[in-house]
């Protein structure tokens, strides 16, 4: 059989224009946060004396150069003093509270509104149990309308905050008008162990303290968007139920504490699962993966962020925020994709039109993905 | 040669995966118009999800100047046509004859296998004596040794089908152009366009990162390639 085509397809299909009656939420302001100090991988092994050439490479090979980390007090002798879960518990409290403020702050002042605008907040954490949680405390600290409405997304690590994105765009899109906010405030500082195992060895490589937060509206009924920033179409998710126990940050008997478990194998996992929940997202809005122009994919760690790269076919330059936020920050969990996006914007390249996918990963093992559209 | 010279042509052949033919002639300079071709033949690769093959039929070049209306919004949607060739999940065969230079050149030079036949020649100059300053001149400049490139892009000229196989600009000289795209089509449909891609990207990048960047991404790749002859060998 011979076709010829005289009037070639568009390279993005009608079907994906999404003329919906019922305006989409926009991310209208972003904000970041991070703590004051910062460390290199090589001054954290000093401070910490470690000798062992095994977690001295794994340090090293992190693709990582710097993180935000609030470290424990000192004892009389100079050596760190051990902090038992109590103090960990305390330091998440007083860090996501400190870093969810500034961040919800910034992402208010970027978007031109007040405090008194917000109508929706959701918090998104894992690196520690807070009840009331951290929304109740952000109202307070802040001077949040106490009517406010709120959902706490806890435990859900770092694929969480596309779960409170999904929660808190619906609220948005729902309610046309009204200011919905997303505070993602990881303390990794609170969440470790600190023993003679690689286990430990590669979680204490990887993680930094971080907050980010984002702003969403939808058009109010009937009115024109007055903001710029990009709708949030749709989302597609996928659990890897074969990889459950492969990442999880569970009790530890032993050591007293909650502790992060990361098969070595997982990075791999879930690159290998990368490409079925992508096409998923992207065929439901009749879109191909070449029409994406902007990927923001969690930092998750270097194997990680390769092997999605891989699957997806994705350019070392796709990736570019993705590996700048690992460089210069490490893995700062559920937030981390959000300062990858802040970096997009920041490059002024994005035009209306563009489409964008926002990709993170976690336990469970879990791979989130939103498509949004400038 | 209005409307023919920019078809795009859809060719099914049953069992050795779907061949798709994208004709670009270099005399012609309405970029709009290669751009739409090689954006639809990408199209309907992508959809065939790696069972596709995509044939460039180059020729002809530049006779003077380049077309008028010509924006570098325009070189730039051709360049990102282009660009999407270059990255498709499918083999690409440029067979080359007669004069190839202009759109036809950069067209070839973004295919996995080139074929010339034995009069084609690649002309590289199309402004005077100097060559057109657009991505076809970075690609020589990977694709070509340092000096070669140098005397190409300062004073142009044009390259014998011999002299382009000898720098491994063509992988292939004929006198029969037809018969060699044939054996190549049957050569490349039995592999992966998807897996093509793969490997395709991780030697393209070899080129400019150290090995430390590049271990990760080809562990990643091994563990793809490992993962998919698992799954062939276990009947769903």
């Known amino acids: ?374 | 040669m209005n409307g023919g010279s920019n078809m795009f042509t859809d060719v099914s052949v049953s069992g050795d995966g779907d061949v798709l033919v994208v004709r670009i002639d270099g005399a012609d300079g309405r970029l709009v118009d290669h751009t739409a071709a090689v954006a639809a033949a990408c199209d309907r690769a992508e959809d065939l999800d790696g069972k596709a093959i995509v044939v460039v039929q180059a020729a002809g070049a530049p006779a003077g100047a380049r077309a008028g209306g010509l924006t570098v919004k325009l070189v730039s949607k051709w360049e990102q046509a282009l660009r999407r060739l270059e990255r498709l999940p499918a083999a690409t065969i440029a067979v080359a004859t007669g004069d190839c230079g202009g759109a036809a050149l950069d067209a070839l030079l973004v295919t996995d296998l080139r074929i010339a036949g034995e009069s084609a020649r690649l002309v590289l100059s199309t402004e005077g004596d100097l060559m057109w300053p657009g991505m076809s001149l970075y690609r020589l400049s990977r694709q070509l040794p340092a000096g070669v490139v140098r005397r190409a892009a300062l004073f142009g000229g044009a390259l014998t089908a011999n002299e382009a196989r000898d720098l491994h600009l063509v992988h292939e000289v004929s006198g029969d152009p037809s018969a060699a795209l044939a054996a190549a089509v049957r050569r490349v449909a039995a592999g992966s366009g998807t897996e093509l891609a793969v490997r395709r990207q991780l030697t393209s990048e070899a080129q400019s990162v150290g090995y430390e960047d590049a271990l990760g991404v080809h562990l990643a790749a091994c563990d793809r390639a490992l993962r998919r002859a698992a799954a062939e060998a276990t009947p769903a």
């Not at chain 1, 998440?92 to 509270?97: G, S």
């Not at chain 1, 976690?362 to 993905?369: C, D, K, L, V, W």
Request: with cysteine; hydrophobic share 45%; aromatic share 6%.
């Open chain 1, 1 to 374: 059989m011979t076709l010829t085509l005289n009037a070639p397809a568009p390279h993005a299909l009608s079907a994906a224009r999404h003329e919906t009656v019922v305006p989409d939420a926009q991310i209208i302001g972003v904000g970041t946060a991070v703590t004051d100090m910062s460390y290199t991988q090589q001054e954290l092994l000093d401070m910490f004396r470690i000798a062992d050439p095994k977690v001295r490479s794994v340090f090293g090979n992190s693709a990582i150069e710097r993180r935000h980390l609030t470290v424990p007090p000192l004892n009389a002798d100079g050596t760190f003093a051990e902090e038992r879960q109590g103090a960990l518990l305390q330091k998440h409290k007083k860090l996501a509270v400190e870093m969810g403020a500034d961040a919800l702050r910034a992402s208010l002042a970027d978007a031109g509104i007040t405090l008194s605008a917000i109508d929706y907040l959701c918090c998104v954490t894992s690196t520690g149990f807070l009840t009331p949680g951290l929304t109740a405390l952000l109202i307070r600290e802040l001077g949040i309308d106490p009517s406010c409405h709120r959902a706490d997304v806890v435990g859900m690590g770092c694929n969480a905050g596309l779960n409170g994105l999904n929660a808190t765009a619906n609220w948005a899109k729902a309610n046309p008008g009204r200011v919905a906010v997303m505070v993602c405030a990881e303390a990794c500082s609170a969440a470790y162990v600190m023993d003679s195992t690689m286990r430990t060895a590669v979680v204490n490589s990887l993680f930094g303290d971080g907050a980010a937060a984002i702003a969403l509206m939808a058009p109010a009924t009937g009115g024109e968007a007055a903001f710029d920033g990009p709708r949030v179409l749709s989302f597609a998710s996928h659990i890897i139920t074969d990889a459950f126990d492969a990442m999880r940050y569970d009790w530890d008997d032993e050591q007293n504490k909650f502790s992060f478990f990361l098969d070595p194998e997982i990075p791999y996992v879930v690159g290998a699962h990368a490409e079925q929940v992508v096409d998923r997202l992207l065929s439901g809005a009749g879109l191909r993966r070449g029409a994406v122009k902007h990927w923001l994919v969690h930092s998750g760690g270097k194997k990680v962020i390769d092997a999605v790269r891989v699957n997806l076919g994705l350019t070392r330059h796709d990736l570019r925020h993705t590996t700048g936020v690992l460089r210069d920050y490490g893995n700062l969990s559920s937030g981390s994709f959000l300062f990858s996006y802040q970096r997009l914007l920041r490059e002024r390249i994005v035009a209306p039109g563009d489409y964008g996918v926002l990709m993170t990963m976690g336990p469970g093992s879990t791979i989130e993905t939103v498509l949004v559209q400038w």
